[in-house]
């Protein structure tokens, strides 16, 4: 009996009726980079709305038939869309694309009938990571608040935010940075700079001096000298900032002690112990900005000089916005007792009281340990973008650029013939965001070279970037 030519099995079924997204998959590289290589152009698929939500995506063995790859390559690819929140796997249907993911718009500039909207060049400072996985948690720990909100949301609420906030972030500070608190000292702000500005306004007076490291965070420095304080620069070598220069009659003194913004330097023991001994002897404030302690990538965290203080001197800062996103709003300030009160009447004629639902979301995700399982993400995260700017750079016999162990940032030493403005320009050319490290110089004569960042940018574009940035600076 003959066979009949136009029966076909099983599979070929499944392959005629579903889209052959695999002709839109770039050709892949050789065995051993296919998987991340496959992730990503899925990912990338499903981000821009090419692969719709809720979507059934090829089996594996189809989809590996298409690209020609091994099925387990596939298969993995899967796993890593399922493991951050992109993909589902149903029991006996197959793997869906999630129904709620986060899309990302073209990296082109967006025109709107008034605005023009441009995302910012691989390299730009203060870019956090978009973690699917967590903008779907949090997505879903709002809904959950919103579908049965308590009183909290509908009256105005204690100026320092709300306790089940500060008691988590008091837990927390205690346990990862050795922070001594209780959740009555914790103010919940909308950023460091939030932060800076209370301070300023309940302990300093226009005219009072400030020592502030230099060089120094420009936003910061904007800070103090908008309020009319007398600013004045603490030089930093690698020791941190040297106290032993502070002028006499300082009513505080500002540093990043964990992680020296922009020079990435760790302040010594000696120069903690120095510091908060002034602090003691002066009746002087420190102000601690602890910004982006979480991004160690070798050895434990550092504690924070607050919780080595026993006078009661240091005002410690810090922030959600550069381990979660800056759009959330939400940061805090641990604030001694002699400036609490005058620091929660100041916040209640300003803006009354944090946003509670966005508190109440934070709370949820710091308490059901989703807080944690996003830090080692983002983490391994930084630490590949990292490796992969250095890597880039590194093609330029001109630059030198040393491999940071915390942090979202690094700093490229230039050849003295050639100014940082200058390379500026030449990195904008290339497609890389870079800040001149001169423009955050204070009092003393400001140090050359180049401030860029590694966060919130994947790995391979930022090496292209920076591959092109090297070539292009190599001639000069």
Same mark, same amino acid.
């Given at each position: 009996?003959? +066979?009949?030519?136009?029966?076909?099995?099983?599979?070929?079924?499944?392959?005629?009726?579903?889209?052959?997204?695999?002709? +839109?998959?770039?050709? +892949?590289?050789?065995?051993?980079?296919?998987?991340?290589?496959?992730?990503?152009?899925?990912?990338?698929?499903?981000?821009?709305?090419?692969?719709?939500?809720?979507?059934?995506?090829?089996?594996?063995?189809?989809?590996?038939?298409?690209?020609?790859?091994?099925?387990?390559?596939?298969?993995?690819?899967?796993?890593?869309?399922?493991?951050?929140?992109?993909?589902?796997?149903?029991?006996?249907?197959?793997?869906?694309?999630?129904?709620?993911?986060? #899309?990302?718009?073209?990296?082109?500039?967006?025109?709107?009938?008034?605005?023009?909207?441009?995302?910012?060049?691989?390299?730009?400072?203060?870019?956090?990571?978009?973690?699917?996985?967590?903008?779907?948690?949090?997505?879903?720990?709002?809904?959950?608040?919103?579908?049965?909100?308590?009183?909290?949301?509908?009256?105005?609420?204690?100026?320092?935010?709300?306790?089940?906030?500060?008691?988590?972030?008091?837990?927390?500070?205690?346990?990862?940075?050795?922070?001594?608190?209780?959740?009555?000292?914790?103010?919940?702000?909308?950023?460091?700079?939030?932060?800076?500005?209370?301070?300023?306004?309940?302990?300093?007076?226009?005219?009072?001096?400030?020592?502030?490291?230099?060089?120094?965070?420009?936003?910061?420095?904007?800070?103090?000298?908008?309020?009319?304080?007398?600013?004045?620069?603490?030089?930093?070598?690698?020791?941190?900032?040297?106290?032993?220069?502070?002028?006499?009659?300082?009513?505080?003194?500002?540093?990043?002690?964990?992680?020296?913004?922009?020079?990435?330097?760790?302040?010594?023991?000696?120069?903690?112990?120095?510091?908060?001994?002034?602090?003691?002897?002066?009746?002087?404030?420190?102000?601690?900005?602890?910004?982006?302690?979480?991004?160690?990538?070798?050895?434990?965290?550092?504690?924070?000089?607050?919780?080595?203080?026993?006078?009661?001197?240091?005002?410690?800062?810090?922030?959600?916005?550069?381990?979660?996103?800056?759009?959330?709003?939400?940061?805090?300030?641990?604030?001694?007792?002699?400036?609490?009160?005058?620091?929660?009447?100041?916040?209640?004629?300003?803006?009354?009281?944090?946003?509670?639902?966005?508190?109440?979301?934070?709370?949820?995700?710091?308490?059901?340990?989703?807080?944690?399982?996003?830090?080692?993400?983002?983490?391994?995260?930084?630490?590949?973008?990292?490796?992969?700017?250095?890597?880039?750079?590194?093609?330029?016999?001109?630059?030198?650029?040393? #491999?940071?162990?915390?942090?979202?940032?690094?700093?490229?030493?230039?050849?003295?013939?050639?100014?940082?403005?200058?390379?500026?320009?030449?990195?904008?050319?290339?497609?890389?965001? #870079?800040?001149?490290?001169?423009?955050?110089?204070?009092?003393?004569?400001?140090?050359?070279?180049?401030?860029?960042?590694?966060?919130?940018?994947?790995?391979? #574009?930022?090496?292209?970037?920076?591959?092109?940035?090297?070539?292009?600076?190599?001639?000069?």
């Amino acid at each position: 009996m003959p +066979l009949d030519r136009k029966s076909t099995n099983p599979d070929q079924k499944i392959r005629a009726n579903l889209p052959d997204w695999s002709s +839109l998959i770039p050709v +892949l590289p050789a065995a051993g980079k296919r998987t991340p290589a496959l992730y990503r152009e899925l990912r990338r698929l499903i981000e821009a709305g090419t692969i719709p939500a809720g979507s059934k995506l090829p089996p594996s063995r189809d989809l590996a038939g298409r690209l020609k790859i091994a099925r387990g390559s596939v298969v993995a690819a899967f796993e890593t869309l399922i493991a951050e929140g992109y993909a589902v796997a149903r029991t006996g249907a197959g793997t869906f694309v999630a129904d709620r993911v986060p #899309v990302v718009k073209s990296a082109l500039p967006v025109e709107t009938e008034n605005t023009e909207a441009k995302m910012p060049l691989p390299g730009t400072l203060g870019v956090a990571m978009a973690d699917a996985r967590t903008l779907n948690l949090f997505r879903t720990l709002l809904a959950r608040h919103l579908a049965r909100p308590g009183p909290e949301h509908f009256y105005y609420g204690d100026p320092r935010g709300g306790a089940a906030l500060r008691q988590a972030v008091a837990a927390y500070l205690r346990q990862a940075r050795g922070v001594r608190c209780e959740a009555r000292s914790i103010v919940i702000t909308t950023g460091t700079q939030q932060g800076i500005d209370l301070v300023i306004r309940s302990a300093l007076r226009p005219g009072d001096r400030v020592m502030v490291e230099d060089p120094c965070y420009p936003s910061a420095r904007a800070a103090f000298a908008g309020a009319g304080l007398d600013l004045s620069g603490l030089a930093v070598d690698a020791e941190g900032a040297d106290i032993s220069l502070a002028t006499a009659g300082a009513r505080a003194v500002y540093v990043t002690p964990s992680h020296q913004f922009p020079l990435g330097v760790t302040m010594s023991m000696r120069r903690r112990l120095a510091l908060i001994d002034w602090a003691r002897e002066t009746g002087g404030w420190i102000i601690e900005d602890d910004y982006d302690s979480e991004f160690r990538f070798a050895g434990p965290p550092l504690a924070a000089m607050q919780g080595m203080d026993d006078s009661g001197r240091v005002i410690y800062l810090g922030t959600f916005s550069k381990v979660l996103f800056p759009g959330l709003r939400l940061g805090y300030a641990v604030i001694p007792d002699p400036l609490l009160e005058t620091i929660m009447a100041l916040r209640s004629r300003t803006d009354r009281s944090p946003p509670t639902l966005a508190e109440a979301a934070l709370t949820d995700l710091l308490r059901e340990g989703h807080f944690a399982a996003h830090l080692r993400r983002a983490r391994r995260h930084a630490q590949a973008a990292r490796d992969a700017l250095v890597a880039g750079l590194s093609a330029a016999k001109n630059l030198s650029v040393g #491999v940071p162990d915390q942090g979202l940032h690094l700093v490229a030493g230039l050849p003295d013939s050639l100014a940082d403005t200058a390379a500026v320009e030449i990195a904008r050319g290339a497609g890389l965001g #870079v800040r001149a490290l001169s423009s955050m110089a204070v009092t003393n004569p400001p140090r050359q070279g180049l401030v860029i960042g590694f966060s919130g940018f994947a790995p391979e #574009v930022l090496h292209a970037a920076a591959t092109r940035f090297a070539t292009a600076i190599s001639g000069n």
